[in-house]
């Protein structure tokens, strides 16, 4: 699926980040790795220039 098919569409991003943070949360056995986690995937999608993890 190229761009132009979705790029119009509504979408709430939002919803299908939590599911994602919820689908790799067992991934991680502690709750702090897991907000860890959370937080690491919210810096890569921010609008911040420099991502250094």
Not at 8 to 24: N, P, T
Not at 33 to 52: C, H, N, P
């Amino acid at each position: 699926m190229a761009v132009s098919d979705w790029a119009g569409v509504q979408f709430d991003w939002r919803d299908a980040l939590e599911g994602l943070k919820q689908f790799i949360g067992p991934a991680f056995k502690r709750s702090e790795q897991r907000a860890s986690a959370g937080t690491f995937i919210d810096g890569l999608l921010s609008g911040v220039e420099r991502k250094t993890g």
